[in-house]
Each structure stands twice: as C-alpha cells, then as structure tokens.
C-alpha cells in the first residue's frame, strides 16, 4: 500500500504526492449517482500505471471476456 503525506496540497498526486501542476497531469473521474466526482489526480500516465499494479485495480475486472 502507497502511503502519502499527511497534510497533502490540493495539487498532490494520488500516488507520490508531488504537485501535479510541475508536471504533465492526468485526472482520473468517477460517477457516483450519475454525478462525475474526482478519483484522483497523477502527475503523468506513470504515476498513474504505477498507481494502478500497487493498489491491484485490474484484478477481477474487465468490460467483456
């Protein structure tokens, strides 16, 4: 499990923590009650890859077999 800071800025990345905005950001959305809430932000498609394997997100999922 990744751990960030406590005290995070609103600009932390979801997996490292660093300032999203110094680098090339990609934000993440979810819905919820047909409504698009925040599910994260990255500071690139590593961060977010790396965010992706660490928590196990692709197991058991897939749109179609």
Not at 24 to 33: G, S, T
């Amino acid at each position: 499990m990744h751990v960030l800071p406590l005290d995070p800025p609103m600009t932390a990345c979801t997996y490292c923590g660093c300032d999203v905005t110094a680098h090339d950001p990609v934000y993440v959305e979810e819905v919820e009650d047909g409504d698009r809430i925040p599910a994260g932000q990255f500071c690139n498609y590593g961060c977010l890859a790396a965010h992706i394997e660490t928590e196990g997100l692709t197991e058991g999922t897939t749109c179609r077999i």
